[in-house]
């Protein structure tokens, strides 16, 4: 009996680790975060994005906030640093964990984007250093070699890394108010309109970057995430530069991350410090930075009073992921139904454009064409025995209709009986040399031209009615049988 109770505790103990085990944590992971990930990563690769909104996190910020040190600091790779506009147009970045016994310092890399009327453009990337100039080519070819912006664009770039969370992001402009030279005169208002595009849909988490060391209740770009979410439930703030806040102004920092300021996000606040310009200079690397920063929140005086689970770039990523997965599980429902009703409405619009174009699409264009003109020409003498004009053989009588009506309203405007005896008076006065039987053509004349005066209303009326019949008509044939020929409709 003993021993059998030794068994059990000794399957209980053995199960209990294994479930605790790195490899059982890591496959859990695995089954229940990347394939949400993947799915919407997947489905954004194949274009649904543009009939349907997909969850996504997007970044937005003020001009020089620290939105690149902080995506840099997530995604292990630098991207273009500098004075005013950086990114200039959106950055899709796709972070892909690497597990396995082999994937420790394995990196791969990845861009995609694609310039209107061409094909895509690919590049794989070696290592994580050739990142940040495969970007500024990228936005070079989108946005063009000035300081503008694009707003139609895109650039993808996948990062697979064991260094990484699994996460997706959208990295857009910096919020801007004055153009410098080289920009266009309204570059604020193409940011605005851009960031506007992303962060309005109800699928997006918003991911506002606000420095430490501005008044946080009026940043332009907190204010922009306020617009499209008042009440905050998907907006996560990111407090940057938290080393650089000055004396007494750290007590304001901890109520806004602890959810007791001003600035209420359901989502929360994280606190984080970044790699500065001296930190690079001095080659500080990015791992060697996350180190530091989290000793920064660890021994600093006011912050160390903060959870560990809200300060740091670490404890952010982690975060991110899990809002983003969390996210993607409520929209479902949505999704699917929304997929299916796209995809519903892309076959009805197949089946319009029928079976596939024979080898021979000039012969197939000219026999369409002159179908079209035979069905059109048959609907003018009102043939509607022929099946080809599908209910739209009534042109003839439709326009017989319209010449009625004109004749209903020129029957009163005709010379009456009393009319036609001051014209016989007129003739009569004004006899000339005229053989028998003919009248002064001068007389003739203004009679007739004062009565048709009369009927040019009518008339006109009666015209723009029969041409709206043929118009419509035309269109209607068109719709029908030239459904598959758009520059012909």
């Known amino acids: 009996m003993s021993e059998s109770k030794k068994s059990k505790r ?8 294994s479930k605790s085990s790195p490899s059982s944590l890591a496959e859990a992971y695995d089954q229940t975060v990347r394939p949400y990930i993947d799915l919407v990563d ?3 690769s194949n274009g ?13 910020g003020d001009q020089s906030t620290g939105k690149s040190s902080v995506l840099e600091a997530i995604s292990g790779v630098q991207l273009p640093r500098g004075t005013g506009i950086v990114t200039r147009c959106a950055l899709e970045l796709r972070l892909k964990k690497l597990r396995g016994k082999d994937a420790e310092g394995q990196w791969k890399g990845r861009l995609r984007y694609v310039k209107p009327g061409e094909e895509p453009v690919i590049k794989n990337l070696a290592n994580a250093e050739e990142v940040e100039e495969a970007v500024r080519e990228a936005q070079n070819a989108l946005a063009g070699e000035g300081k503008g912006v694009c707003e139609d664009g895109k650039i993808e770039l996948e990062v697979s890394s064991s260094n990484v969370p699994d996460l997706t992001l959208i990295d857009l402009p910096g919020i801007t108010r004055v153009a410098v030279q080289g920009q266009p005169y309204d570059i604020g208002e193409q940011v605005k309109r851009l960031i506007k595009k992303h962060i309005v849909k109800g699928e997006t988490i918003i991911l506002c970057v606000i420095p430490c060391t501005s008044d946080i209740a009026t940043t332009e770009a907190l204010q922009f995430a306020q617009e499209v979410d008042p009440e905050g439930d998907r907006t996560l703030g990111v407090l940057t530069r938290a080393d650089l806040t000055g004396p007494g ?25 970044c790699r500065s310009q001296k930190d690079i200079d001095e080659t500080m690397s990015l791992e060697e930075a996350l180190d530091a920063e989290e000793k920064f929140f660890k021994h600093h005086e006011v912050f160390r009073a903060l959870e560990p689970s809200t300060t740091g770039i670490r404890q952010l990523a982690l975060r991110l992921t899990r809002q983003l997965v969390s996210h993607i599980q409520a929209c479902l429902p949505n999704l699917l139904e929304d997929v299916e009703k796209a995809l519903t409405d892309t076959r009805e619009k197949l089946k319009t454009l029928g079976s ?20 059109l020409s048959a609907a003018s003498r009102g043939d509607s025995l022929l099946q080809e004009l599908n209910g739209h053989g009534h042109l003839f009588n439709d326009v017989r209709s319209c010449f009625g009506e004109f004749a209903k309203s020129i029957r009163d405007l005709c010379p009456g009986d009393g009319d036609l005896e001051k014209i016989k008076r007129l003739v009569h006065d004004r006899r000339g040399r005229e053989l028998p039987g003919f009248e002064n053509y001068g007389v003739f004349e ?18 723009h009615s029969v041409k709206r019949l043929v118009e419509q008509l035309y269109l209607d044939l068109a719709a029908d049988q030239l459904e598959r020929f758009a520059n012909l409709k």
């Open 10 to 17: 000794s399957v209980k103990a053995s199960s209990s680790k």
């Open 48 to 60: 649904v994005d543009k009939d349907v909104s997909l969850p996504s996190v997007v970044v937005i």
């Open 356 to 375: 596939p174009l024979p080898k021979d699409k000039q012969r197939y264009l000219i026999e369409a064409l002159l179908k079209f003109g035979k069905t």
């Open 446 to 463: 203004w009679i007739a031209c004062r009565t048709v005066k009369k009927f040019e209303k009518p008339a006109l009326a009666c015209l």
């Open 42 to 44: 997947s489905l954004r």
């Open 249 to 273: 102004e750290e007590k304001t920092i901890i109520d806004i991350v602890q959810q007791k300021g001003d600035v209420q996000l359901k989502l929360g606040c994280t606190a984080v410090k």
